[in-house]
Structure formats: structure tokens, C-alpha cells
């Protein structure tokens, strides 16, 4: 089968390469899936350069420890482990296996049964494979940290990519007036998918217009702490999905000790992959959430889009589709 494998961290167009490797054999508790989609994720950026350095605490010190990147897909299942029951082969399924490996950048994977759950036959497999990461971190962010309220002012920092391109659908549904923050170029596509008011990062510091939010979703902490204090309501939530290693460590320290003297409240969230994608489901069904992907692009193309996922040319999740002609 074929794979985009890497044996040293560095640039994605040097390190990684499309080779033939061979197909994996389940173990009793795993699936074989013949992937049909998959998605680029900031895991993949980070992982493949092996920066921040601080993954590398993660990810293998000097080399690492994973060939093949990769960590949402969507797919058929083509064989079970003796100890599977929750599928049988031929069923479709989805998800974000971030908590059992990695290795979705390839024409097949061998992945423990609890990564994935069925995909409905509505559900295309290149949109499919968009959806695990980015919804289950905007749905956690908003409504599990952020306690999101009817008709609340809400702020969406680094909006225009995977998460904030659902967190603004999911902020709607509860009638939230929503200003997005993300480049200049891509306003004009927020705006059309719901964006209420849309800023230009480059030209605007958010933390500084003398505006007032009751919750911020940040996709992209960059600033001190207490520059978001600033742009949060008396009784403001401000939860961040990621950002810079050193503003997170800021955030988690300044928000424990904030939340003993002021009603406003600093928060990180800590994915639980997976865990919201019957609410989606639900949604998707009822035609009330749209997904928005760059691509299908083939396989081969994987080294140059990490590249360009990592320089932020994206809008909505970059998808690699299988399984056509290259
Ligand atoms: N908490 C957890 O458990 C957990 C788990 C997994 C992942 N994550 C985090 O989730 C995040 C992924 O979000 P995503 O998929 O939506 O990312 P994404 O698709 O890369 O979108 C981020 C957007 O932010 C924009 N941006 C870049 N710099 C910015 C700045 N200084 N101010 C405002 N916007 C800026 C980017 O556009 P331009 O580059 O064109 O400006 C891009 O449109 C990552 O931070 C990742 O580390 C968290």
C-alpha cells in the first residue's frame, strides 16, 4: 500500500515522502480501514518539524517515533480483530484516532475499534474525514468550557480555519452575535458563512478596539492574559483551543489565580476526541451545521499541504481524498 512516510523532522516538502510499505494485520482489538479520506491537522504540522521543541517530548526526542502522520479519516472497514464487535466489514465509519496513533496519511490503517464510530451513508467520506477534530474541539470549547448563551456577544479568534468555521455555525444556532478575527483575505468567505463582523489581525488587535465580548473561542492564544481580561465582559469567558506553548502555560497559571478574585473566568481546553460526534450527527441530519473543506487533494500532494496548512493558506479543513486516480 502506499504511505507518506517521514524518518527525520524538518520542512514537510524535504523530510516526508510517498512510499510503499506494507499493509498492516488487525490485532484482536483493532480494525483494518481502507481509508477514503483524511484531514490536516495542526498535530501534523507540529509533529512533522518536530516544533514547538516541547513535542518532542511527545513526539520522539531526536527522531520520531512515528512514520506516518496523520489523525482523522474516513472509511470502510475492510477487516476485524477476533475481539471486534462494533463493526463488521464494509461498514463506513469516521474519526479522529488521535488517542490510539497516528498513521492516517496512507491507503490503509490497523486502529483500535474505539477510535471510530459509523458514518452514515448521507455523509460523503471527504466530508466526513473534516469533521471529528474541529467539531468535538468547537462544540467542547463553546459549550462544555464556555457555557454558551441565547443571543450572547461572542469573539472567534483564528476563525476562518477548521474550528472556527463550525464554532461560527454552532454560535448561531444559539441566535450569538459573532465578530471573527482571522487574515485579511479571508473575510469575505467568513462573512459568508455567518460571520456577523469580521477583523483583520494584521491590522487589529482585538484585546484593543475598546469592545466587550461575554465569550471569546481563541483558536490561536498569542497574547498576555491579561490582554484578553480586557476584551471580556464583567461576567466574560475567555477559553482557548491553542496557541503558543508559552501563552498557554501563561493562561493556565494567571487563570487559576484570576478565578479567585474576579467573575471572569480563563480556560484551556483539553480535547476529548470523538465525544460530541452523535450531537453532530444529530445536527448534520437535521441540515443545521454545513462542513467547509479545502480540496479533495490525492495523497501525493500531502508534503507540499501540510506546508501550506502550516502557512495558514487554508480555509475550513484541508482534506486528502483516496481512492481516485492520482
Ligand atoms: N485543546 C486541545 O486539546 C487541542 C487538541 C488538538 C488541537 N488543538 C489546537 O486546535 C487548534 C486548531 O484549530 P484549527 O484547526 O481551527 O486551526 P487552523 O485551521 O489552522 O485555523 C487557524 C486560523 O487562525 C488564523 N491565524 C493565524 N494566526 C493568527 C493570529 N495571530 N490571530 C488570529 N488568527 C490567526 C489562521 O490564518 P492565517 O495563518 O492565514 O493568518 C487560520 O485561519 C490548534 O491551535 C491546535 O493546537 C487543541
Not at 462544555?144 to 474550528?163: E, F, H, R, S, T
Request: aromatic fraction near 12%.
Amino acid at each position: 500500500m502506499k504511505a507518506v512516510q517521514f524518518t527525520i523532522y524538518g520542512n514537510p516538502e524535504r523530510v516526508l515522502a510517498v512510499r510503499e510499505v506494507a499493509k498492516p494485520l488487525p490485532k484482536n482489538q483493532e480494525v483494518l480501514v481502507k481509508i477514503r479520506a483524511t484531514a490536516i491537522n495542526d498535530y501534523d504540522w507540529s509533529l512533522v518539524r518536530g516544533k514547538p521543541y516541547l513535542y518532542r517530548l511527545l513526539f520522539g526526542l531526536f527522531k520520531p517515533k512515528v512514520k506516518i502522520p496523520g489523525m482523522e479519516l474516513a472509511g470502510m472497514v475492510d477487516a476485524v480483530g477476533s475481539d471486534v464487535t462494533k463493526f463488521t466489514v464494509g461498514e463506513a465509519v469516521f474519526g479522529d484516532i488521535s488517542e490510539y496513533g497516528f498513521g492516517t496519511f496512507a491507503e490503509y490503517i490497523c486502529i483500535d475499534a474505539n477510535a471510530l464510530e459509523k458514518k452514515p451513508v448521507a455523509l460523503g467520506f471527504d466530508e466526513a474525514s473534516a469533521v471529528p477534530h474541529a467539531f468535538c474541539l468547537a462544540i467542547q470549547a463553546l459549550r462544555d468550557l464556555g457555557n454558551i448563551k441565547k443571543g450572547q456577544k461572542i469573539l472567534i479568534n483564528g476563525a476562518g480555519g477548521g474550528v472556527g468555521t463550525f464554532a461560527v455555525q454552532l454560535a448561531k444556532l444559539e441566535g450569538c452575535v459573532v465578530t471573527g478575527v482571522d487574515s485579511g483575505e479571508k473575510l469575505e468567505q467568513m462573512k459568508a458563512i455567518g460571520y456577523d463582523f469580521v477583523v483583520d489581525y494584521k491590522k487589529t488587535n482585538f484585546t484593543k478596539r475598546g469592545e466587550t465580548y461575554d465569550l471569546i473561542l481563541d483558536c490561536k492564544t498569542n497574547q498576555y492574559p491579561w490582554s484578553y481580561l480586557r476584551a471580556l465582559s464583567p461576567n466574560g469567558k475567555y477559553v482557548t483551543i491553542g496557541g503558543k506553548p508559552g501563552g498557554l502555560i501563561q493562561l493556565l497559571f494567571f487563570g487559576k489565580i484570576l478565578s479567585l478574585f474576579s467573575n471572569k473566568k480563563l480556560q484551556i481546553v483539553s480535547l476529548k476526541p470523538n465525544k460530541d460526534l452523535d450531537y453532530f450527527l444529530e445536527l448534520f441530519s437535521q441540515k443545521r451545521v454545513q462542513i467547509f473543506i479545502d480540496g479533495p487533494y490525492f495523497l501525493g500532494d500531502t508534503p507540499r499541504l501540510i506546508q501550506y496548512f502550516g502557512e495558514g493558506k487554508h480555509q475550513g479543513k484541508v482534506v486528502i481524498g483516496l481512492g481516485k486516480a492520482e
